[in-house]
C-alpha cells in the first residue's frame, strides 16, 4: 500500500499551501523539498542557481528526492522542476500516490506575481516564460501524474479536500 501524497505542478499551482492543509488534516509530516534542499546546502534556492547553476541544484533534487522518497506517511511538497529527471517519479511513486495540481499560465502569473524567490521568474517576461516552461512541461507533469486537479478556480481548502477525497476511493493508497 501507497502511504505517500506527493504533490507535484507548476511554480504556483499550490504545492505547499494545499500540502500544509494535507498535513495538517491528515496529522501528517509535511516535507518542503526546496525547504530541504536549501537546508543542506545551506543557502537559498535563489544562490544554489545563481552560484552554481541549475544543473547543480537539479542534482540536488535527485539525492533529497532519493531520501524523502523512502518515508512513510509523508505529504511531499515537490519543486516545479522535479518531473523533469524520470527517476524522481519512479522513487516517489514507490511508496507514494502523485498528484499534479494543474493552473492556467494566467492564473500561474497572479500568484507568482509578488514572488522573488523563484530564479526562473527572474525574467523581464514572466507571462512567456511561465507559457515557454508550461509547454516543454506539461507531458512531464501528466505522464507523471496518478491524478490531476485543475486549481486555477479552486481554493486551496477545496483543492485539499479533492485530494483526500480521490485518495478516499483509491484501494492502492492507505492513509
Ligand atoms: C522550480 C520551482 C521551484 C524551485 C526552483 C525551480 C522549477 O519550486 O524548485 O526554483 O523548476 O519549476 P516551486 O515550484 O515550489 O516554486
Redesign the pocket.
Known sequence: MKTNIVLI?????G??EVGKILAARLGRKLVE??RLIAEWVGKP??RI?DEDGEVA?REL?ITITREVARGRNLVV??????V?NMINIDRLREQGRVIYLHASPEIILKRVSGSTE???MNTPDRAQRIKG?MVFRKPFYERAADMTIDTSRLSINTVAERVIRKLGEDEGFCF
Do not use: H, N, Q, Y
Not at 505542478?9 to 499551482?13: N, R
Not at 511538497?77 to 522535479?82: E, N, P, S
Open positions: 505542478g507548476f511554480m504556483g499551482a504545492k505547499t523539498m526546496d534556492i535563489a542557481f541544484f533534487e511538497a515537490c519543486g516545479g522542476g522535479v523533469l523563484r530564479p526562473l516552461l
